[in-house]
């Protein structure tokens, strides 16, 4: 069964410091490997896609990594900011459809002052 | 570039009614829009998949009876939902996957969402 499993459920961390969010998949065959920001309210909003071959991916203060053998990622967010507020999302995709994949449950990161 | 919109951005309507959700991807050719169903502190469900000028592909369990989906345009997919329940109150999301947009490169195999309908059935 596809899965994608994301941890933790919840984070809050003080504004500045920095975070890693860890996400585990069952997914295959293994086509990418996106990660998504969510505002509350909103829709979600693509931060890093990575295929089999790439193992880091970075936009700004967020990087994201892939073992492709391990089937982990993390996402990793430097200096972090209050609007970094969001649930993460993971999502893997299936090779051959792009129209498969498959979410994680996201986590729930706030910021602090 | 790569920017979807939907309307209404949030509804209220009585039980029994239908509602009618936009998606438009405003820069990019769409030929495939996925529409989403999301409940609180869930994460997105996979309702339905629209192919432009054909029919949409269900997910088990989603009634397409009850959520009419139409792909009319490149650009344009529409959500109903007929005959509205309390249960229906969600937050539905689509989503585009672009085809192409002359000057802007584009990554592949991405989904392009749209900021989501607040629907509340009373």
């Known amino acids: 069964k596809n899965q994608v499993e994301q941890s933790p459920q919840s984070l809050i961390i003080l504004e500045g410091k920095n975070c890693t969010l860890q996400?585990?998949?069952?997914?295959?065959?293994?086509?990418?490997l996106r990660w998504y920001k969510q505002d509350t309210g909103r829709g979600p909003v693509s931060l890093t896609i990575?295929?089999?071959?790439?193992n880091t991916k970075s936009n700004g203060r967020y990087t994201a990594t892939l073992d492709a053998d391990t089937k982990q990622s993390s996402l990793h967010i430097t200096a972090s900011q209050l609007s970094d507020s969001a649930s993460y999302i993971c999502?893997?995709?299936?090779?051959?459809?792009?129209?498969?994949?498959?979410f994680g449950t996201g986590t729930k990161l706030q910021v602090i002052p | 570039g790569a920017v979807v919109s939907q309307h209404p951005s949030w509804v209220i309507c009585k039980s029994g009614t239908s509602v009618k959700i936009e998606c438009r991807s405003l820069?990019?050719?769409?030929?495939?829009m996925f529409w989403y169903r999301q409940f609180p502190k869930q994460s997105l469900m996979l309702m339905a998949t629209?192919?432009?000028?054909?029919?949409?592909?269900?997910e088990q369990g989603v009634e397409k009876d009850k959520f009419l989906i139409n792909h009319a345009s490149l650009t344009l997919s529409t959500l109903t939902v007929t005959s509205a329940h309390p249960e229906d109150s969600s937050f539905y999301i689509c989503s585009a996957r672009a085809y192409g947009l002359a000057g802007v490169r584009l990554a592949t195999d991405t989904q392009y969402f749209g900021p989501g309908t607040r629907l509340t059935v009373l």
């Open positions: 820069d990019f050719q769409a030929t495939t």
């Open positions: 996400c585990n998949y069952t997914v295959s065959p293994f086509s990418n």
């Open positions: 990575m295929t089999f071959s790439e």
């Open positions: 629209s192919n432009e000028g054909s029919k949409a592909t269900y």
């Open positions: 999502v893997v995709g299936h090779t051959g459809g792009y129209q498969k994949v498959t």
